[in-house]
């Protein structure tokens, strides 16, 4: 079977950026459950003006449209209270360093991160029941438009009452697993 190939590599500023900036959201996010501005808004600004000063206006529109896809993605997420605040702009700070197409491997490989994280976190708390019965709350809710917190406390991060992760630290092993295969195997 053949795969896709993936997106190209970045420059080296650009991996140290990114990597440095979800090193730092993981620990925080371990620590305090929240990823702060002061690291966000800076990430966001980096990555925009280090892809600018490196490929002028191609730059500019690259990490606009990857901070663009971000937002737009994380911002769903966000008002189905799937995502805190902190998600949403730690995606927008990658997104706009790597551009879209990486980002997007980077969503999927996140994706998959929290999917097993989650899978683990529940079988060991022996909720696995009840979490196949969330998913179809959040399924039928959102088949009639609802959202999924408004039938279930449970589904809303901002109440005590479900179990969640830390993102950004699932973000951060998604972009680190996703640079380190990109050394490896993208083309140059």
């Not at 991996?15 to 371990?30: F, G, Q, S």
């Not at 901070?67 to 949403?88: I, K, N, P, Q, T």
């Not at 809303?156 to 092993?173: C, E, F, K, S, W």
Request: charged share 15%.
């Amino acid at each position: 079977m053949n795969l896709p190939p993936l997106p190209p590599l970045p420059p080296l500023a650009i991996r140290i950026l990114v990597e440095i900036l979800v090193i730092i959201a993981a620990i925080w996010d371990i620590r305090t459950r929240r990823i702060p501005n002061w690291l966000t808004f800076p990430g966001v600004l980096l990555g925009v003006g280090v892809n600018t000063f490196l490929f002028e206006f191609s730059g500019l529109k690259f990490s606009l449209i990857g901070l663009g896809l971000a937002l737009g993605v994380y911002l769903v997420l966000y008002l189905l209270h799937a995502m805190g605040a902190g998600d949403v702009k730690l995606m927008a700070a990658v997104g706009a360093a790597v551009g879209p197409a990486s980002w997007f491997v980077i969503l999927l490989l996140t994706a998959i991160a929290g999917a097993v994280a989650g899978l683990i976190l529940v079988a060991f708390k022996g909720r696995l029941h009840r979490t196949f019965a969330n998913v179809g709350i959040i399924l039928t809710s959102l088949g009639r438009g609802r959202a999924p917190y408004k039938e279930s406390p449970e589904l809303d991060v901002n109440t005590d009452q479900g179990m969640r992760l830390p993102h950004g630290a699932l973000i951060a092993i998604a972009t680190l697993g996703f640079l380190v295969a990109e050394l490896r195997w993208a083309p140059r």
